[in-house]
């Protein structure tokens, strides 16, 4: 996967975080294709739950495992986050443009070094446990943060015993430890049985196009 040109600009919604201490911020990976409410419902499960200070949503300047087909531009897919992520709390960003990366290990690895007063949890949907085990080098991404899983229908029970979920077994932590979940020596992970929010993408882009089908027919 080529690199892509770095874009200072992306840097910017984070550098009043490079001089915090003891905080804790949870990172949401995705393409955001566009964001939509159970990105929402899910940055709000983790501030309320895990006892994050911030999630900071990671807009991916191309998912390495997605089509580059159906991707819309970077910018449409930050603006449409930044707007699904108007709190307090939440940062819309597509700092992985400015580190030069599509590899969630990767990020981590930078973030870590250019926030080191920070503590990190990866946050991600049950859909994605379940494939995780496929990106580059991810057992790093365990060893770098804590990571937090959100049931997604119809995904959950096998994202449980699928094969980064057998790998970390032992790292799983009881549903009791959430909240102080950054804190543990890592591996460390938990599975949250939240609402199930149905939400998708893939479904949004769907009932776009059949709408602009009809429109047009
Ligand atoms: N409804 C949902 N419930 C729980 N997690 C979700 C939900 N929708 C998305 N996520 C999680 O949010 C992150 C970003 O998701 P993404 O931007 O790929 O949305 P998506 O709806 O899964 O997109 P697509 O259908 O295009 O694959 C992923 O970790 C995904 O698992
Ligand atoms: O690092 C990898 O190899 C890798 C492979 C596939 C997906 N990811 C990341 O997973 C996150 C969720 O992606 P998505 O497309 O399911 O929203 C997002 O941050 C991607 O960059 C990362």
């Given at each position: 996967?080529?690199?892509?040109?770095p874009?200072?600009?992306?840097?910017?919604?984070?550098?009043?975080?490079?001089?915090?201490?003891?905080?804790?911020?949870?990172?949401?990976?995705?393409?955001?294709?566009?964001?939509?409410a159970?990105?929402?419902?899910?940055?709000?499960?983790?501030?309320?739950?895990?006892?994050?200070?911030?999630?900071?949503?990671?807009?991916?300047?191309?998912?390495?495992?997605?089509?580059?087909?159906?991707?819309?531009?970077?910018?449409?897919?930050?603006?449409?986050?930044?707007?699904?992520?108007?709190?307090?709390?939440?940062?819309?960003?597509?700092?992985?443009?400015?580190?030069?990366?599509?590899?969630?290990?990767?990020?981590?690895?930078?973030?870590?070094?250019?926030?080191?007063?920070?503590?990190?949890?990866?946050?991600?949907?049950?859909?994605?446990?379940?494939q995780?085990?496929?990106?580059?080098?991810?057992?790093?991404?365990?060893?770098?943060?804590?990571?937090?899983?959100?049931?997604?229908?119809?995904?959950?029970?096998?994202?449980?015993?699928?094969?980064?979920?057998?790998?970390?077994?032992?790292?799983?932590?009881?549903?009791?430890?959430?909240?102080?979940?950054?804190?543990?020596?890592?591996?460390?992970?938990?599975?949250?049985?939240?609402?199930?929010?149905?939400?998708?993408?893939?479904?949004?882009?769907?009932?776009?196009?059949s709408?602009?089908?009809?429109d047009?027919?």
């Amino acid at each position: 996967m080529a690199r892509f040109a770095p874009d200072k600009a992306a840097l910017r919604p984070l550098g009043r975080f490079r001089g915090s201490r003891g905080q804790t911020v949870g990172l949401l990976g995705g393409s955001f294709n566009p964001a939509h409410a159970g990105h929402r419902h899910i940055a709000e499960e983790a501030l309320r739950r895990l006892g994050v200070d911030w999630v900071w949503w990671l807009v991916s300047p191309q998912n390495p495992l997605k089509s580059t087909a159906e991707m819309a531009p970077l910018a449409a897919r930050l603006a449409s986050a930044a707007r699904m992520a108007d709190h307090p709390r939440m940062v819309a960003t597509a700092v992985e443009s400015d580190l030069g990366t599509v590899y969630s290990a990767e990020t981590l690895r930078q973030l870590t070094r250019l926030f080191p007063h920070l503590r990190f949890v990866w946050l991600m949907g049950a859909d994605n446990l379940g494939q995780i085990s496929r990106w580059r080098a991810w057992q790093s991404l365990y060893a770098r943060a804590a990571v937090a899983v959100f049931a997604r229908a119809p995904y959950s029970g096998a994202a449980l015993t699928g094969r980064a979920a057998q790998k970390f077994r032992a790292a799983r932590l009881p549903d009791a430890a959430s909240r102080t979940l950054a804190r543990h020596r890592r591996p460390a992970w938990v599975f949250l049985r939240i609402r199930l929010h149905p939400a998708s993408a893939t479904a949004i882009r769907a009932a776009a196009q059949s709408g602009f089908v009809a429109d047009n027919a």
